[in-house]
């Protein structure tokens, strides 16, 4: 059934597509290189509020910040609860960062 993402099914295909990135891109991607460091974010509640008027929503995401957030995340306490809407987002938005090295003409591989 489509309609049920099974988290089994997520780390799968997370596996996969990093097993790809470390491919294309090597194990460590110097940031310093990426000429790129801001980015437009919608946030959550505008995204998924289709009836709300998305310009009011747009706002500036920094890639920088979302890796030392993800370098904070693993120095915590084991039994440190993460704020998962807030971790999730800083994943995001690394994750859509490889994605747009990736895309034709950006040719972060050179950077």
């Given at each position: 059934m489509t309609d049920v993402l099974k988290v089994q099914d997520l780390r799968r295909v997370c596996?996969?597509?990093l097993d790809m990135v470390e491919e294309r891109f090597g194990?460590?991607?110097d940031l310093s290189r990426v000429d790129v460091d801001l980015y437009w974010n919608v946030d959550l509640g505008t995204a998924f509020d289709l009836r709300?008027?998305?310009?009011?929503g747009i706002d500036v995401g920094q890639?920088?910040?979302?890796?030392a957030e993800l370098h904070a995340l693993l120095r915590r306490p084991a039994?440190?609860?993460p704020a998962l809407w807030h971790d999730l987002q800083?994943?995001?938005g690394v994750l859509r960062l490889l994605a747009y090295l990736d895309l034709p003409g950006v040719n972060a591989s050179e950077s």
């Open positions: 596996g996969v597509l194990t460590e991607i709300d008027v998305p310009e009011l890639c920088s910040d979302d890796v039994d440190h609860v800083h994943l995001a």
